[in-house]
């Protein structure tokens, strides 16, 4: 049973920095290299939208434009663990992360063009991020 557990949400004032983690179990070496995985964010009233795609099997990153320069996707694969960087944070990044992975074959292909809301099988409950001075 494929599971995944955000953390590290909290509250910060604008410029400041969260490191979010997504903690996936239930994969095999195997299966945990090959997926494709994002994290996802949902402010209130809005539709959930892409933050960063990451192909673990390889070095595919990409990101959104309204976070590019300012977040960074890492993962430390002895742990099967995926974080995410915040830096300079701003209060239009208020909202609900969530972690969201799918096996691919096609790491290539792990994108924001690719890979959609709908693409992605396994979720995580969320974290919530408050960016408020």
């Known amino acids: 049973q494929v599971q995944l557990v955000e953390s590290g949400g909290g509250s910060v004032q604008p410029g400041g920095s969260l490191r979010l983690s997504c903690a996936a179990s239930g994969y095999t070496y195997s299966t945990y290299n090959s997926q494709c995985m994002a994290w996802f964010r949902q402010a209130p009233g809005k539709e959930r939208e892409g933050v960063v795609w990451?192909?673990?099997?390889?070095?595919?990153?990409y990101y959104a434009d309204s976070v590019q320069g300012r977040f960074t996707i890492s993962q430390d694969t002895a742990k099967n663990t995926l974080y995410l960087q915040m830096n300079s944070l701003k209060p239009e990044d208020t909202a609900m992360y969530y972690c969201?992975?799918?096996?691919?074959?096609?790491?290539?292909?792990?994108?924001?063009?690719?890979?959609?809301?709908?693409?992605?099988?396994?979720w995580g409950r969320g974290t919530q991020v408050t960016v408020s001075s």
């Open positions: 969201a992975a799918e096996r691919t074959t096609a790491g290539s292909l792990c994108s924001g063009f690719y890979f959609s809301e709908r693409s992605f099988r396994s």
């Open positions: 990451f192909y673990t099997g390889g070095d595919t990153t």
